[in-house]
């Protein structure tokens, strides 16, 4: 018969045998869950995307998409980007509706993000500014719009290019093709902070100048160009990269077209990326923008449509490409 000592004794040995099981358990739980490959959300809906890198990290953002203003995603390595949260919290006071493909750039210490937004009493898309300290933010909005042209379908698709100068320029395209109007890229002088535009715009290429590659031949121009990004060449040529045709098909394809002028004439070159170029492992490849990162690499981010086009469970995924230069300013990309 046991004794009350020997009760206590037994109690205490199964409850020590409990509690260092629960231990072992909890121990194999969270090691578990850190070991757990992480799920890349941001290649599952991404589109409109621009990037930066800054001390060992990469940094995207991109249109409007799953409830935030402007998705912010980083990277390690500059693929298997994360969505981490929320780049820009709070709209500008004058917009409305979701933001339309930003730009992110930096002049001196701060960090310029430039978007495309419906400004509320034109109901006409404008380019506004929000700026921050660091590249992850959060970005608190300018009060009034960096520029607009309501009479030219307004305006989208910001890119601050910097000439070798130190001159900063922004260029946007105005959306003439949701008016049945012509669609074209601008440049405009930034003032030295960036934060406005200074004199008159210039034209640098019209969809109407622009040949259609996935026409069979018939040489057809495309009904609209759009998201301009230009960067400059080895040789010191100017590109303008952009995207042309309808992004919600797979024809969307990446241009570009070469100036020994920054402010042009530009000349159409032809595709630089097409869904059949890239064997249909990129459907509609747009939305292209050059990321200069770890050991001066670059890779070109862009987008293209996963689970069909444009249908209800469809959307637009964020790809990495390699990005080289042939004869000193004919641009390449490997998948």
């Known amino acids: 018969m046991l004794t009350s000592s020997n009760k206590m004794k037994i109690l205490k040995i199964i409850t020590r045998i409990v509690l260092v099981l629960g231990l072992f358990f909890l121990i194999g739980f969270f090691f578990t869950l850190e070991q757990k490959e992480p799920v890349n959300l941001a290649t599952d809906n991404f589109p409109d995307p621009t990037g930066i890198y800054k001390q060992g990290t990469y940094y995207a953002y991109a249109t409007s998409t799953d409830g935030f203003n402007i998705p912010l995603a980083k990277s390690k390595s500059g693929g298997n980007y994360q969505i981490v949260g929320e780049a820009l919290p709070n709209l500008p006071i004058w917009a409305q509706g ?3 493909a930003p730009h992110i750039s930096q002049v001196s210490k701060r960090y310029l993000l430039y978007f495309s937004v419906i400004d509320k009493k034109s109901k006409k898309r404008s380019i506004g500014l929000a700026l921050a300290n660091n590249p992850q933010g959060p970005f608190k909005a300018e009060e009034r719009p960096v520029v607009t042209d309501d009479n030219a379908g307004g305006l989208i698709d910001p890119d601050l290019f ?8 922004l260029l946007y395209k105005n959306d003439g ?4 109007k012509t669609s074209s890229l601008w440049l405009q002088k930034l ?3 960036g934060l406005v535009v200074t004199g008159k715009a210039e034209r640098l290429l019209t969809n109407t100048e622009v040949k259609n590659p996935n026409d069979n031949g018939k040489s057809e ?4 160009i759009e998201a301009p990004y230009l ?3 080895p040789d010191g040529t100017y590109v303008l990269l952009f995207s ?3 992004y919600a098909t797979a024809n969307y394809f990446t241009g570009y077209a070469i100036s020994k002028k920054l402010s042009g004439p530009y000349h159409y070159k032809g595709a630089l990326a097409t869904t059949a170029s890239l064997k249909n492992q990129i459907v509609g490849p747009g939305g292209a923008e050059l990321v200069q990162g770890k050991n001066n690499v670059e890779t070109l981010l862009l987008h293209g449509w996963i689970n069909g086009v444009n249908k209800t469970k469809s959307s637009r995924q964020l790809y990495e490409l390699s990005f080289f230069w042939e004869e000193g300013h004919i641009p390449k990309v490997t998948k």
């Open 98 to 100: 979701s933001i339309w």
């Open 177 to 180: 093709n949701a008016i049945g």
């Open 162 to 169: 910097q000439d070798s100068d130190g001159q900063n320029y």
């Open 244 to 246: 042309a045709g309808s």
């Open 231 to 233: 960067t400059q060449a």
């Open 221 to 224: 121009t495309v009904l609209t």
């Open 191 to 193: 003032s030295k902070n």
